[in-house]
């Protein structure tokens, strides 16, 4: 009886063993069956020619047509292949349709992105763009869509969502661009909000005191300087909410943006100007770019531009073309407002220069995976659409460039062939994208910066703030024409240089705003970097891209040495000074030192912040402190050296009090977090932690898809900006006409594809900053399409 039943289990046991080998095997095999096609030969519908397709071992795919139609429509066959759940992604976010792919749990998201309507924007932009662009994007999109059908199975994580991929439509090239904007600016007005709300509500010199118009950090690039202000006479106002307020945790420089600059060729070894470039977003399995070269005929002539592409768009992004090349960093100019309305007695009709109006509704249904479709009504003006309401429950509309036909368009292919930097800046003046630094340099050494993007004209109001345009006094006159955008070109030191904080003075600034710039302490590293010396090769260029000097930090680590554990009674305060004394004054993998200064200034800017927080979430609930908080460096910075005793936050009797809880709390939270802070590192503390989308919710998943959790060097406010899973997002240094000695990197992967042969290959490469090129290796895969009948 008891060797039946043994012998029963055993067989139970090895059926169960053998049904999950088989379902391993089934998706192993599925998995297979979803990559891309790298070699031999497929034939494409309405290619004219024939398009050679080779990728070298890295996977960067090199693209050989006789038309920029049929190029197109190579490309898009490739990124249908490597990279369509990203792609899809981008449309879905922009377009507000998540919820079709992840239930409810993206619906709320959904609903505040429909606001926009981008579906029905891009569709309007693609039916009224030139022929040539439209033709562009239906390659492409013709492409995506034959490369999705020559695939052997869906994507994996289509499976494992439980739904089928839609085709791609050619508006959904203009969703990947309007993703963009929802990547690299506000989409609801949160800043004009919040910086509205503390001038109402606080006194006049503290709020001046808090919002200055400059810092010490500044480093523009005609050297303006614009003013701090005084300590105040006035205190923090009092707030019957004395709960902690928990802010974002993060350093204030932590914020989409990037670096780049350029060098003049008087100072390079070619005569040519050299361009770098590292453009900073939130970094995941794949990568956002795909490294390409394309090679083209058009009039004649032949054309190739190295660089990067966006999977969803047809277009190289950033890159050379031999004569030219360019980079981006996000520009933070104001490009949106926040209007107030007036409203009749009635509340169904707002006041306008042309009487009251009624508003527009507009219905859209979400599909939610899982669940009814649900139907949300828009309420939209003349100037946009309704976001919010103020503390007074007055509603707020949003007029920004991304509702305007200016603000998307396919301008930026003219990059692609623009022979120097005057015809590279009369580009980007045209480009409708969101608004970036543009930075070039050119093969016969010239080197510019200008704003690529559309610009908006005010008049009679502040930009920075809610306004009230009822009467006509007050709103846009359109937009700037292209003779009419600031621009710097071959300055006479020979150098260039942005990093997401102020750019220039005067006019120029008048004219491009502020819409919430970095703090300059990347900006005034990297232009004290190219001071620093009267040539460069890429290899300096790159060494300031890597700079991780912790310059910001020296006078916080000075002010914890001097004035804070001296007097600290802390038990482990001699072990803290240890650390500091031996720091190694970067953000080096190994070090203890600057890992505990960071902290401690975090905490202790939480700490002073909190009266500021309290009062402005007791008037209003949207008042979001990420959005204002980029220059309060320089008050916190004065109010921890001055120590103004009417400005003691309400939790402490003391600034000392205040310093000595901050140093406490930093010590817990590491040992609660990691162990015993006394063996940590900055490294690990900042460890790799770039993952697949779904790698979070699906078990296991992450040991398939997501890169190593390694030590990672750099931070914000340095050149170096790493921090886990946001930072640059590629690396490129490049002098156009000498591309074989240009420097490249970029993490994650170029696939996108867990099983690809080239998964994961440059990550390392990124992480330790060892030099890699930007021209393709020798051809490792060769795939050739072919037009039918052909």
Request: avoid cysteine; proline fraction near 2%; aromatic fraction near 8%.
């Given at each position: 009886m008891q060797s039946t039943t043994s012998r029963y289990l055993k067989l139970t046991l090895l059926g169960l063993l053998s049904l999950i080998l088989l379902a391993l095997l089934g998706g192993y095999l599925l998995l297979r069956a979803s990559l891309p096609q790298l070699d031999g030969q497929r034939t494409v519908p309405d290619l004219q020619e024939s398009v050679e397709v080779t990728r070298d071992e890295g996977g960067m795919a090199v693209f050989k047509a006789q038309s920029r139609l049929d190029l197109a429509r190579a490309v898009g066959f490739v990124h249908g292949q490597e990279r369509f759940f990203q792609m899809d992604l981008l449309r879905r976010n922009s377009a507000g349709e998540l919820s079709a792919l992840f239930g409810e749990v993206a619906l709320n998201r959904d609903k505040e992105i429909r606001l926009h309507r981008f579906r029905d924007r891009a569709e309007r932009i693609l039916s009224s763009m030139p022929t040539e662009h439209r033709q562009i994007i239906q390659a492409y999109t013709a492409g995506v869509n034959h490369g999705l059908t020559q695939l052997g199975a869906h994507s994996f994580e289509y499976y494992l969502l439980g739904v089928t991929p839609a085709k791609w439509q050619a508006s959904d090239t203009m969703l990947a661009l309007y993703s963009m904007y929802l990547d690299?600016?506000?989409?609801?007005?949160?800043r004009d909000f919040s910086l509205s709300l503390m001038k109402t509500h606080l006194p006049a010199d503290l709020y001046a005191f808090l919002h200055p118009e400059g810092s010490q950090w500044d480093a523009p690039i005609d050297d303006s300087l614009r003013p701090t202000n005084p300590l105040p006479a006035s205190a923090w106002p009092s707030s019957t909410n004395q709960q902690l307020v928990m802010l974002d945790n993060q350093p204030e420089d932590r914020t989409i943006g990037s670096n780049n600059w350029a060098v003049g060729g008087a100072l390079s070894p070619y005569q040519a100007g050299i361009l770098a470039d590292d453009m900073h977003l939130g970094l995941r399995v794949p990568n956002i770019w795909f490294k390409a070269q394309f090679n083209w005929q058009q009039n004649g002539h032949t054309h190739q531009v190295t660089g990067v592409t966006l999977p969803g768009t047809p277009l190289m992004v950033v890159g050379s073309n031999g004569k030219l090349a360019w980079g981006f960093t996000n520009s933070y100019g104001d490009w949106s407002d926040l209007i107030r309305l007036k409203l009749n007695d009635t509340g169904d009709q707002y006041l306008t220069p042309a009487g009251y109006q009624a508003f527009n509704y507009v219905s859209q249904d979400i599909e939610i995976k899982g669940a009814p479709t649900q139907t949300i009504e828009i309420k939209e003006t003349i100037w946009g659409p309704v976001?919010?309401?103020?503390?007074?429950g007055m509603p707020l509309a949003l007029r920004w460039v991304a509702h305007d036909s200016q603000g998307a368009n396919l301008n930026l292919i003219g990059l692609e062939v623009a022979q120097d930097v005057g015809q590279g800046a009369a580009v980007g003046a045209t480009a409708g994208m969101p608004a970036q630094n543009l930075m070039m340099a050119d093969s016969a050494g010239n080197i510019g910066w200008t704003i690529s993007g559309p610009m908006p004209i005010r008049f009679g109001f502040d930009g920075r703030y809610i306004a009230d345009w009822s009467d006509g006094s007050a709103g846009w006159a359109g937009y700037r024409d292209p003779q009419d955008y600031p621009k710097v070109i071959n300055p006479a030191d020979h150098r260039l240089w942005t990093a997401n904080s102020r750019v220039v003075g005067g006019q120029m600034y008048e004219k491009i705003g502020d819409g919430g710039y970095a703090l300059g302490a990347r900006n005034q590293q990297i232009r004290d970097g190219l001071r620093a010396k009267d040539s460069f090769n890429e290899q300096d260029l790159l060494d300031i891209q890597l700079d991780d000097r912790a310059l910001f930090l020296a006078p916080w680590r000075d002010f914890m040495l001097s004035s804070v554990l001296p007097v600290s009674q802390h038990p482990q305060k001699a072990l803290v000074k240890e650390a500091l004394q031996n720091w190694t004054a970067s953000a080096s993998e190994h070090d203890l030192g600057y890992l505990l200064v960071r902290q401690f200034r975090l905490n202790v800017r939480n700490k002073v912040y909190q009266d500021l927080n309290r009062i402005m979430l007791e008037h209003s609930a949207r008042f979001n402190f990420n959005a204002v908080r980029n220059q309060m460096e320089a008050p916190l910075w004065e109010m921890v050296s001055q120590q103004p005793a009417n400005l003691v936050p309400s939790d402490f009797d003391s600034w000392q009090e205040l310093f000595n809880?901050?140093?406490?709390?930093?010590?817990?939270?590491?040992?609660?977090?990691?162990?015993?802070?006394?063996?940590?590192?900055?490294?690990?503390?900042?460890?790799?932690?770039?993952?697949?989308?779904?790698?979070?919710f699906v078990p296991m998943l992450g040991k398939l898809t997501d890169m190593p959790k390694e030590s990672l060097a750099g931070d914000s406010f340095m050149p170096r900006v790493a921090q886990s899973s946001s930072g640059a997002s590629q690396r490129l240094v490049v002098a156009p006409g000498h591309e074989d000695k240009a420097i490249f990197h970029m993490p994650s992967s170029q696939a996108g594809h867990p099983l690809s042969p080239y998964f994961g290959l440059g990550h390392e490469a990124w992480r330790s900053g060892q030099p890699t090129g930007l021209l393709p290796g020798p051809g490792r895969y060769h795939l050739s399409l072919q037009p039918i009948g052909g």
């Open positions: 690299l600016q506000h989409h609801d007005g949160r976001v919010s309401e103020d503390e007074n809880a901050a140093l406490t709390d930093t010590l817990a939270k590491l040992d609660k977090d990691f162990g015993d802070w006394r063996t940590l590192t900055w490294g690990q503390f900042n460890a790799v932690d770039i993952r697949h989308p779904l790698s979070a």
